[in-house]
């Protein structure tokens, strides 16, 4: 199981290079991070995995940027947008996370989606910079939104990932402080492990079900 | 009025925290207003009232916090979303909990050793290289930093611990820090790297 922020932003997207990022995140507790537009690599022995966050197009163009992106080994997120949009990224062979449900609408991640991502193990993203540097309506709607999340988590098993969205060394927290910033949306410890290795829960290949012996 | 017996008063726990990024001058009051406003934020007021934060010790780059026993985990929690104190970006990562100031100073506070002997107003042991140079040269001058270039900017070395080294474009317009390592130094130009760091 490998502890990992699942979207922090290096350099030029944030004022912290991805090596900095590393050693930090090491120091944080961290095995492993996701950098968006960076390649992969190993620094000071966390491991950065090459994220690809698709945000603000269409559907066609989701289909098409996975496609590109498939079998580079890069974690494929989309944003999220209404429930038709949502449920058409789930369906998606290759997409890993749908991200920025805090700001979507009301009822973009329903029953039915919940169940396709458990089936189609898409995760969910719980974006912590929310209730981190959000205040009032912000971090209340974000809270709220979580907490629902949660609820369709416990019924349908879908993966959750958890993220700071970092841009600086300054946005990242420790474990224990996510720990404790998970308690606010009803996250137990044993929740917030299997959030912490939602990343490679989504990256590694499902069993089948049936297993052919002879 | 005579002090309340020790029995009588209430229980305190004490959470020591590191102010991040490294250097950052900060005044003990605005710091309290900072971590007050992000508990009253988080919690409300009447669990704030509970908690009651108060900003006890402010030196070598930590800060102690003081809060009812009992309200630790609030406590930690609110200031994990502390993110700025009076527009300067901060970032306040937790340590440890005591129930006494004084085992939370053993924490931070430079060991003396019985060799090196500082001038009265020399503080020495966590200092970083950079900050050294600056005192050995006399007055502390923007100038007189170390300067490298990263992005084909020329920055200034604000701070260097370690690998980490944090800079600050030359400049009146970006002020901003950036937080790099010296790989990354070394790797975008290895010439202009001053010895010093």
Redesign the interface.
Known sequence: MKITDAAVYPYPLGDTSVRRLALEAEALGFDSIVAADTPSGVYGGVEVRSGLMIRDVPVKDVISAVKRAKDSGRVISVNAANNNFNRAVIGIKGVHILRGIQSADKTAFDHVAAKMAADNRVAVDIDLSSIIMGRSVVRQRAIHRYMDIMVLEQRFEFPITLSTHARSLLDMRNVRDIAGLCSLIGMDVPDVERALSGVGTVLTPREPAVKVIA | MSPRPPTLREKRRYILARI??AGTVLEQKELYYAISDATT??WGDATTAIITPAVVALEHGHVVIRCRRGTE?EL??AV??V?ACRDV???L??IAASGTIESLRSRFRPKKSPKSKTQPGHESGTEPEVEKFATETGAVEEHTLPECTF?KKTFFIEQCNG??VDVIEKGFKNT??????K??LEDLNATTISDRI
């Open positions: 991040e990024p934020s988080l985990r930690a929690i994990s979303t993110t970006r901060i970032c990562r937790i992005a690998q980490k901003n820090r950036l937080f790099l390592t790989e990354d």
